[in-house]
Structure formats: structure tokens, C-alpha cells
Nanobody, 118 residues
Framework: HVELVESGGGLVQPGGSLRLSCAAT????????FTWYRQAPGKQRELVAS?????????ADFVKGRFTISRDNAKNAVYLYLQMNDLKPEDTAVYYC??????????WGRGTQVTVSS
């Protein structure tokens, strides 16, 4: 079955870095768009960055120049990454991985907590 599992979250000081990973397994994802979202307490979930199957990336303005999204494609898996540098307290949130092949397929992971605090 299809599974998206995020990892790499944790507690980091302002100005620090983290690398999030998302392992998507269980089917061929070659046409899928992968996206990182985040949701802070009391706020709506928001798009952070996305990457298409051809490597085209898109970033929210609040992470441009600080975060980098990338993906490694395998036969029945995709490994998605989010390199986060110069982290700020406002980056604190649960980060989710999403895989889409519109309009039929839409998968989400359960999230990984990122806390930026001194």
C-alpha cells in the first residue's frame, strides 16, 4: 500500500539547519508532484515548496533563499527532501509531505515536528 513517512524534524536554535526527508513507497510515483506543507498551532496549513516530476520547483516567499526541495526517484518509491537553513522561530510547525497526481491521487504523510527555539 502507499505510504508517505516524514522524518528529520526536531529542536533547533534560530539560525540553525535541518534536513527533512519523506519516503514515499508503494507505487510508481514518476508523474507525481511532491509538496512540503506546514501547519503551525492555530494556523492554517500552508505550502512551503513543491517539485514536479521534471524537477521544476516552487517556493513560498517566506522560505525563498533558505529552503531547498529535492527528490530522488526510484522504481516504486520517491525520496523527498527539504533542506532548511537559517531557521527562524516562525518556521516552527508540523511539516507534511504530499504526493499528487491530479485529479485521482492525493496522498499525505503524518508529519514531522520542527521547533525553532533558543
Amino acid at each position: 500500500h502507499v505510504e508517505l513517512v516524514e522524518s528529520g524534524g526536531g529542536l533547533v536554535q534560530p539560525g540553525g539547519s535541518l534536513r527533512l526527508s519523506c519516503a514515499a513507497t508503494g507505487k510508481t510515483f514518476e508523474r507525481y508532484v511532491f509538496t512540503w506543507y506546514r501547519q503551525a498551532p492555530g494556523k492554517q496549513r500552508e505550502l512551503v515548496a513543491s517539485i514536479t516530476n521534471t524537477g521544476i520547483t516552487n517556493y513560498a516567499d517566506f522560505v525563498k533563499g533558505r529552503f531547498t526541495i529535492s527528490r530522488d526517484n526510484a522504481k516504486n518509491a520517491v525520496y523527498l527532501y527539504l533542506q532548511m537553513n537559517d531557521l527562524k522561530p516562525e518556521d516552527t510547525a508540523v511539516y507534511y509531505c504530499r504526493a499528487e497526481d491530479e485529479p485521482l491521487y492525493d496522498y499525505w504523510g503524518r508529519g514531522t515536528q520542527v521547533t525553532v527555539s533558543s
